[in-house]
């Protein structure tokens, strides 16, 4: 068949997506190195090993699997991550995380900033690349999550940026000098809601999800142990879950100068700050 009755085949089997020609179009782009323009203007014949990656991909998205993880990367700010199982999905949501971060740096020179529960790498490195005098630590305690760290850490070339294998409530504070900003997308779904997620999100790794019984706990420890280690006038900020604003503010009671939430383009709560 060419090309183009193959990616009209595939739109078809991705009916199920919410934007079946927008997957179907990036699987040919990143699997079989084929543009929009080659796809429907050219008679290119896709031969028999084509046709049967996009049955493998189309097969793997119908069990459920992530887009990003078939492609093995996914677009975050303006840079490129790789992903795969074992690490959490770079959202748009997040992207917010860094603008709040970029705006409050600008009129600090040289700052230290700590990603905790760093993923991926994509707030932390995305911060780096924008301000190269930044000191930036990116703190990670899953060793699936921390290889997509260090890949996308060595990709980026950033070299303003120290990686630690850790866990945020038991590393030794004493490693990091105090930070201008502290910056986490912490898992915060409650426990009891995990089994509950769609097909697509379980297969994202369950430590980067679970928030604990009340979808809280990272921020206690937040609270408690990291408070401390950011500067006088300095910030935090944390991705949320819906409507965990006003309990992370609570947990940080006596902690802060001012604090402020951040909604969404969908008018969810999404980003918690803090000024110390």
Known sequence: MILKELYSYCVEQLAFTEDNSFEALCLFEDILGYTKEQIYLSEIIADDSQVAKINDAVSRRKNGEPLQYILGKWDFYDMTFSVGEGVLIPRPETEMLVDFALEKLKNIPNPVVFDLCSGSGCVGLSVAKHRPDAKVYLLEKERNAL????????????????VIFDDLFTVDLSLFPEADLILSNPPYINSDEIATLQKEVLFEPSTALDGGEDGL???????????DKVKKNGFMAFECGEEQSKAIIHIFKDKFVESNVIFDFNNIDRIVTFGI
């Open 147 to 162: 290889r997509y760290l260090l890949k996308n850490k060595v990709d980026s070339g950033l070299e303003n940026v120290t």
């Open 217 to 227: 706990v990272f921020y206690r420890c937040l609270a408690e142990r990291w408070r």
